[in-house]
């Protein structure tokens, strides 16, 4: 692009100033570091108020963005840190230079006097340089990570026009969370200004956060472009994410530097959710949990407990909650779904105009199928949200809520079609407790988690009717044939089922009263009605939902699950749970084979098996997470 490079003075710089003392300190020393190239000068309006939106990839990056301002003729001003304005010195300096001081408190009052300092500075017709992403990028590769909603806030609020620029090469001279290099010196810098964003389509619901976050979604993709253009190389479909780096809680770098902890949600505030929100806050993330109802939120909140479904339980103090969807989904790198399977459609209606200008990871924690449909949740979620299911991930394995809160070791697998999202959620959802590994046979994996239901209840049936051992053995290991039969029908891989989210989720849900399925199945076994049952019960058990749409789907392949047929009887009332004889798969005298894996009756298939884990581990050794 060639542009002039003579630009009429603005009165900001030609006035006397302590941009002057300033300017004459601090340009000279950039100099010596950073030989900086501007490129889209005519960008920046010589006069008036602006907002400059800028990518954020080193501690050095706000005196490279300072001194290309002031070479432009304007004044350069920041968003700086509240606290450091109550330095005797440094307080006056600061606002001397017109720095506008930002609350790092997350209240509505400081959020507003923020906006209200930042709206002073522009009505004396000054800019204002904003990092929409509130801190350093936490992308590996240093590309722009999804941005909050301040800059957009303040645009739309004073009409004021907001200019995305982009650098590159700063990183060169102080590495992210790294020391200054001076040698060797003058390294190359290229700052490019992009035209203002056009935000005018978003001026009539500049109040309403699903608008503030598609607009402030335009903006970073401005940023990106930029800097795919600086770079030469375009921006991954994964830019906007901000990809974990595995950091626990918040890492101390120096008294005055810090790393913001990634912010997470997770929906419904259930004991898996909220289990599942303690994982998070254990493993370094900021949670906030949405519940529907205001009081549970509150006492999350304030008294860090969730008595109704995990007493005894103290919650991580990073743990937070509200009952607006809206507040809990803002800012979040990665959202995790925890309600009713049979609910989610009806919350994804909420919550699809509030995440779609979010590339956020959308994770399903949730082990049911869809009675009306037949449809597993991540297709749900899918159609739902009209989302690349490449965002999607589903979480299973051996994971009974209570013994989790305890902190009890434990592990679970993280499933998706892409292997880079499902990385990314097992890496933010781990920590010295808690260990995930990861796959990408995302059908194996939920059918796992739904089937095991129906197993535990029959388990539960058994119990309660008072049979021993042996029959609960072979339940068990019959059962899993069927899982794996049904599965393998539907497109699943074999061996996922005789991993964590099929026979470790069995053998925990089927052996452990904490399991709901376990439960509700004991009580039938006892003799109590479904109605009764579903009355007694304060959490959903997920399996009694879920027998009609998996038999169903069963008929429709042609597998026989003779387990699942007899728990529908007895839910149905047509046997009595006496009579139930799950673990018998045929109805004449043949003998048949054993079919322990797969359809098949001889070993081959586990030694196989064996032979290629054992293959699969040489190759991939050491890599983390680690495949289950």
Aim: charged share 20%.
């Amino acid at each position: 692009m060639t542009v002039a490079r003579h630009r009429r003075v603005s009165r900001e710089k030609s006035r006397p100033s302590v941009f002057w003392l300033l300017g004459a300190v601090v340009e000279p020393a950039v100099s010596v570091l950073a030989k900086i190239e501007i490129s889209g000068r005519e960008h920046l309006p010589a006069e008036g108020p602006f907002i400059l939106a800028a990518n954020h990839i080193s501690e050095f990056d706000p005196c490279v963005v300072a001194v290309a301002v002031w070479r432009l003729g304007r004044a350069p001003s920041f968003f700086t840190k509240e606290s450091l304005f109550r330095i005797p010195v440094l307080g006056a300096a600061l606002r001397a230079t017109g720095m506008v001081p930002v609350a790092r408190a997350s209240s509505g009052v400081s959020a507003r006097e923020t906006i209200r300092n930042a709206e002073k500075l522009v009505a004396h017709g000054r800019g204002v340089v904003v990092y929409p992403e509130g801190s350093l990028t936490r992308d590996p590769d240093l590309w722009p990570m999804r941005g909050k909603t301040g800059a957009v806030r303040l645009a739309l609020a004073g009409n004021l026009p907001i200019i995305p620029v982009a650098h590159w090469g700063v990183q060169e001279i102080m590495p992210r969370y790294g020391k200054l290099r001076l040698w060797p010196p003058r390294r190359p810098v290229r700052v490019v200004f992009g035209p203002p964003v056009d935000l005018s389509a978003y001026r009539e619901g500049s109040t309403q956060p699903a608008v503030l976050l598609q607009a402030t979604s335009v903006v970073m993709d401005r940023i990106t472009d930029l800097l795919s253009q600086l770079r030469g190389i375009p921006a991954p479909p994964s830019a906007g994410i901000p990809r974990c780096t595995g950091r626990r809680r918040r890492v101390v770098l120096s008294r005055r530097q810090e790393v913001p902890l990634p912010r997470v949600a997770v929906l419904g505030a259930g004991s898996w959710g909220t289990t599942f929100g303690k994982v998070l806050a254990d493993g370094g993330a900021h949670v906030t949990m949405w519940s529907r109802r205001p009081e549970q939120a509150e006492e999350i909140r304030q008294a860090h407990r969730n008595t109704q479904y995990l007493p005894g339980i103290n919650l991580p103090r990073q743990m937070t909650a509200t009952s607006h969807l809206a507040d809990a989904l803002e800012g979040a790198d990665q959202i995790y779904l925890s309600v009713p399977s049979q609910a989610l459609r009806e919350n994804l209606a909420a919550v699809r105009p509030l995440v779609a200008a979010s590339d956020a990871p959308i994770v399903s924690l949730m082990k049911g199928v869809e009675k009306a449909t037949g449809m597993r949740m991540s297709q749900v979620i899918e159609e739902g949200l009209q989302c690349d299911p490449a965002r999607i991930a589903v979480a299973s394995g051996p994971n009974l809520a209570l013994e989790i809160a305890r902190e009890q070791p434990t592990a679970a697998v993280i499933s998706s079609t892409s292997q880079a999202t499902a990385e990314a959620v097992a890496l933010r959802a781990r920590n010295r407790y808690f260990r995930t590994f990861v796959n990408t046979d995302v059908i194996g994996t939920e059918f796992g988690g739904v089937l095991k239901n129906l197993i535990a209840v029959a388990i539960g049936i058994v119990d309660g009717v008072g049979y021993g051992e042996n029959t609960k053995a072979s339940i068990i290991t019959r059962g899993l044939v069927e899982m794996t039969d049904f599965a393998v029908a539907q497109g699943a891989h074999p061996e996922t089922l005789q991993g964590l989210a099929g026979l470790g989720d069995l053998i925990a849900t089927c052996q452990s009263p904490l399991s709901r399925n376990n439960t509700a199945g004991r009580l039938l076994g006892q003799g109590v009605t479904l109605p009764d049952v579903i009355k007694q019960m304060q959490q959903t058990a997920e399996g009694l939902a879920s027998v009609a749409p998996v038999l169903q789907l069963a008929r429709e392949v042609g597998v026989e699950m003779p387990i699942v047929e007899q728990v529908k009887m007895v839910l149905d009332g047509t046997m009595d749970p006496r009579d139930i004889a799950p673990h018998l798969t045929t109805d004449d005298d043949k003998p048949t084979g054993e079919r322990t894996q797969n359809g098949q009756a001889g070993g081959r298939g586990a030694l196989w098996r064996s032979i290629q884990r054992a293959l699969d581990q040489f190759r991939d050794g050491g890599r983390r997470p680690s495949g289950d």
